[in-house]
């Protein structure tokens, strides 16, 4: 036993006992190396006997030992982790790099189709995307292959069409012979574009239209060609025979329509006369189909990845793209005798600029041969028969544009507007998209509103008597904007908005379903206005609690309005969009804007406690300060103007009488009190241009403390009463908004706010101011108006011509009377 | 004072004029009214402005004759008697009526100017309606009103002139509608056409026919000439 088998042996031992020790460990695999022996220490020393005296079994023994699967790893796994590798992951990589060839994505392609949903006779275009090849797109060869549904027996227009199928003449039509026929169908179309062939008597070619393809594309000239197939089980490329490496474009080889053969390659640089004829081109244009190609570039494909045709329901379609993967070309020479799976990784890669050409076809279509069975695994067996296998599974990758598409579900979302929707207070809007739907404008839609206390139902169904909706389902109703004033005074509620949609797209019938749960607030919660006292503070006084000025409150410019949140304890608050820095329950903001805009204040509130969110908002229009004169005297009455009626939700009518507001009367002799609506400051009353400050002898009148003007109406007078006030921000108001809101205090300004009312002294009050008298009276007078007017149109007019005759041919009887008698004397 | 001789007979001449011709003069009193009235009368659409046409060019004039005149409506030109000489006159009317037209396309390229709705002219059952019955109504109407109710009463004294006085009353009744157009030429010609038949025949219902089937040749022919059918 040579010392070299000794050395490794004690190697191994020491690695195995080292890897178990971690003090040993960390003395450091260098220092054993340098000083084997010495590293041991004393235990060496007392067995170095040990070593020379080992027997060659005990060192095969130890070998042995040290070999085994077990004792190895555990070595390695004590080495990885004395130098801080994770040995696990670090195997598990390893073992991925091992499988990795086989996992790689090929080239591939696929479609698209715009539309998505075609109809019969709809121009549709296929866009074909590929990947994972190493050319440029444009560089690419996208051979075409178009299967017209009325190609196939059973169409209603097979007889009619039958002689256009077989395109390239050579009366084959079935099998994998119809391939060539599609081919060649898909790549007239893009080679000659509308081109009245027909019309052309193909006797000169002048226009040298001529394409020379290059294998694995256009940018891949002078390149050496290795071409492959993709085995999909296996996720072995195999490589072509050199004689199968070539271009499978379709090619003229056939019959042209005058009867004569032809037997033209394509891609040759040759593009003569009968090839022109063959693809339907024009001989004297260079791009009959004007697509920056020449003729037999555009039938070999270059750069066409985009195909355009008349759709028939049932016609397929499909594309062969070649071109360069990204990966490199590897001989297709295994290592032998090794026959396994990782045999690819053995191959000898091309010491050349070559990468593996490859087809793509759609559904990962390639070979199934197994090459495991065949003589070279990595070699195409010899089944693989070029243009006849090729077509093959071309053939079967063909899809139908709408396949897919017609049966599946409509892709249909819900949305709704407002975001936080409130009862009694909005109109809430519902819209839906759809993905893929052919022609929204007749898609039926069908939609169902319900209502439920809980987000979990139950749900009971709103009529559209409720819901303000005048239809809930015809077609093109892709939205729909009811009002929100549903019977429920809970404070949150639920909307369930079911839409059912269906298109029918050639006799299919395509359906989408959609629901969506709208959480509805109550508007009994809003934001309470609040007036702001002199010294520019909040107070209790509540303002614009009517329900019209609820809806729309009234201000003044350089007001201060308070507002505070109904519920909550977390809040946020918005003005016209911009976040209000007091996020209190009450705040106080001023308008600044001149009269005629609208300020919208919206409010975002959290309930910690229960969780409770509520969103509220709140419009003001700014509007001129104005103050108006009211008395509840019953001695003064104003004149009653006319009568509204309005018109009641049950269709009722009921009568509203419209008073002046300036124009009175008054009895005589009688006094009466007048009350301003004026909050604002000097605040002066006048009666017929005399100011009333305290008591006035001439009028009898005077003003109290709450400046109420009282005075005794004289007979036969007519009285001018005016109130007049000043608008003008106090001073702390002013100084609040100054240092608060950053106003200029030069930019504050005063407005008179002035009321002026008449007062006609009468004994005893007209018809015009006591409201039954004013209605009734005119009702008496106009019976036979009221009875017209309710007659249809027609009959008042037929009634009008007799009445209008029937004066005629009175008038003329009187006139034949009234001419003289002849005289007889 | 008493008057004098002259002036006596002056006042009987008087008297005897308004006596002889008070029928012609109330007449026509009563048709510049219905023609006023047809004009101006205040209506609400279609059907109210046919209604006003058919109750004061129509009814109006026959309650006139009916209860003031107190006279039948044969003597206005509502009979048909005469037939054989009606049907002769009436086929003139149309022969002439026909090639007035024919020289109005040949010369004034009067096919260039007449329209006739593309409705009509598209939709056969929607051509029959329009010529049977709004054609027919409103051509009828003409004829009674003024073929029989305005011609008639002037041509006992005026003879062959009361044609001209209605042919003028009509033409003052277009201008008045300003419908003076290639699209009233028809009615022009049927005005003078239709007022000699009638006044030979002494019934309108001869140039009522043959208006009518003049006008319904005179479409079909446009049509067929618009290449629209």
Known sequence: MNIFKKFFAILLLLVIIGSSNAQYASAGLLDFVLNPLGGLGGSIDSGGGIISGLSEDSINSIIESALKPANIDTAVNGIGTSLGIDMLETRRTLKSTYVMNY??????????????????????????????????????YYTWALDRAYCHPGHPDYEKKRSECDA???????????????????????????????????????????HKAVLGGTDQANKNVHCYVRNYATGIDLQLEPFRCVHYFPNAKGKLDNGSSINEKTGDDSFGLKEERFWHTNPHSKSTANNETSDEESVSGRGKNIFKWNYVPGDKIGVLVEGVSTDFAVAGEAPSPIVSPDSQLGGNMY?????????????????????????????????????????????????????????????????????????KTDALIIQSSATNVAMQEFTAYDWKIEKGQTIDGPWTVVPNSITGLKKSSGIGLNSIKMNLNLPDNNSKFYLRATLRTSEDIEGLEKKGLKTLIIPIQSSSDSIKTLSVDRSGNITDRERCSSATERALCPVFKN?????????????????????????????????????GSMHTVKLDSINSRTGEKLTLTKVFQVVE??????????????????????????????????????????????????????????????????EINGTNATFGASVDSNNNLAFTTVAG??????????????????????????????????????????????????????????????????????????LPAYINFLFRIIITMALILFSTGIMFSLFPKQNQS | MPCSYREH????????????????????????????????????????????????????????IKIILKKDLSQFGFNLQNKRRGFFWATIMLVASLLTIAVLIYFFNFDQNYSISFYVATIFPMFLIYELIYINFIYFINEFFFRGFVMFPFMKKLGAWSVLIQFLIFILYLISIQTIDWQATPLIIVSIAGGIVSYKNKSFLYSYAASLVFIIILDAFMIYLSGLN
């Open chain 1, 559 to 595: 007001e201060l309005i308070g507002i505070e949140a109904p519920s909550g304890d977390k809040f946020s608050w918005m003005l016209d969009g911009n976040p209000l820095s007091d996020n209190s329950n009450r705040i106080v903001f001023p308008i600044l804007t001149d009269s």
């Open chain 1, 351 to 423: 010491k050349d600029s070559s990468y593996k050409m490859m087809w793509a076809m759609l559904g990962n279509r390639g070979t199934d041969e197994n090459p495991a069975r065949a003589s070279n695994p990595l070699l195409a067996p010899l089944s693989v028969k070029g243009t006849r296998s090729f077509n093959k599974w071309f053939g079967a990758s063909l899809i139908d544009p709408a396949e897919g598409t017609s049966n599946e579900q409509q892709d249909i979302s819900l949305s709704f507007l407002p975001d936080n929707p409130i009862n």
């Open chain 2, 9 to 64: 007979m002056s006042n009987q001449n008087i008297s005897n004029f308004l006596h002889n011709w008070k029928t012609e003069i109330i007449s026509s009193a009563v048709i510049l009214l219905c023609l006023f009235l047809d004009l101006f009368f205040p209506t609400d659409g279609y059907l109210q402005k046919f209604s006003a046409s058919f109750f004061f060019l129509f009814v109006l004039p026959i309650l006139y």
């Open chain 1, 103 to 140: 996992k790689k994505n090929p080239p591939s392609v696929s479609l698209s189709f715009a539309p998505a949903s075609p109809v019969a006779g709809e121009e549709i275009t296929a866009i074909a995307q590929p990947v994972n090849f190493m050319n440029d797109p444009k560089f690419l």
């Open chain 1, 625 to 690: 300060p104005t103050a108006s004169i009211t008395s509840g005297s019953s001695n003064l009455k104003p004149i009653l103007l006319g009568t509204f009626n309005d018109t009641n939700e049950d269709g009722t009518i009921t009568p509203r009488q419209d008073y002046s507001t300036d124009s009175f009367e008054a009895l005589a002799g009688q006094p009466i009190i007048l009350t301003s609506s004026s909050p604002f400051s000097s605040n002066k009353w006048f009666i017929n241009g005399t």
């Open chain 1, 717 to 790: 007078n007519n009285y001018s009463v005016s109130n007049t006030s000043v608008y003008a921000p106090t001073t702390a108001v002013k100084a609040k908004i100054h240092n608060d809101w950053g106003v200029p205090l030069n930019s504050f300004e005063e407005k008179n706010v002035n009321q002026t009312i008449n007062i006609a002294v009468v004994d005893q009050f007209s018809s015009a101011t006591t409201g039954t008298v004013a209605q009734t009276s005119p009702a008496k007078q106009k019976v036979l108006a009221s009875l017209f007017s309710g």
């Open chain 1, 168 to 210: 390239d003449g050579n009366g084959k039509t079935s099998g994998i012979d119809a391939i060539e026929d599609y081919k060649v169908t898909a790549m007239r179309i893009i080679a000659s574009g509308d081109f009245d062939w027909k019309s052309e008597p193909y006797t000169i070619d002048d226009d040298d239209d001529g």
